[in-house]
Nanobody
Framework: QVQLVESGGGLVQPGGSLRLSCAAS????????MSWYRQAPGKERAFVAN????????NYADSVKGRFTITRDNAEKTVYLQMNSLKPEDTAVYYC???????????WGQGTQVTVSS
């Protein structure tokens, strides 16, 4: 059974940093593309970043390029999102997603709230 559990969210002032974690279980983690999405109040869920495999390629939404970094630890079955220079517009629920390599089925975590406010 695929499980994704996000953690690390919270309240931070503008310009601050947070590191989100997504602990995975129940599947062959190293084979899956791992992604972060976010959903702000009243908006659709939007892509933030993904990483193909350890040391592999990464992709970022334009709005977070240069501020956010996605990494993964296949041994620990965890994907991280380091968020720096946070802005109020980064406020959202952040979700972790795993995409299966062949079926391309998507699995989601429950989300973690990030609030950027002074």
């Amino acid at each position: 059974q695929v499980q994704l559990v996000e953690s690390g969210g919270g309240l931070v002032q503008p310009g601050g940093s947070l590191r989100l974690s997504c602990a995975a279980s129940g599947f062959l983690f190293s084979s899956y593309v791992m992604s972060w999405y976010r959903q702000a109040p009243g908006k659709e869920r939007a892509f933030v970043a993904n990483i193909v495999n350890a040391g592999g390629s990464t992709n970022y939404a334009d709005s977070v390029k240069g501020r956010f970094t996605i990494t993964r630890d296949n041994a620990e079955k965890t994907v991280y999102l380091q968020m720096n220079s946070l802005k109020p517009e980064d406020t959202a629920v952040y979700y972790c997603k795993a995409r299966a390599p062949i079926s391309r089925n998507d699995y989601w975590g429950q989300g973690t709230q990030v609030t950027v406010s002074s």
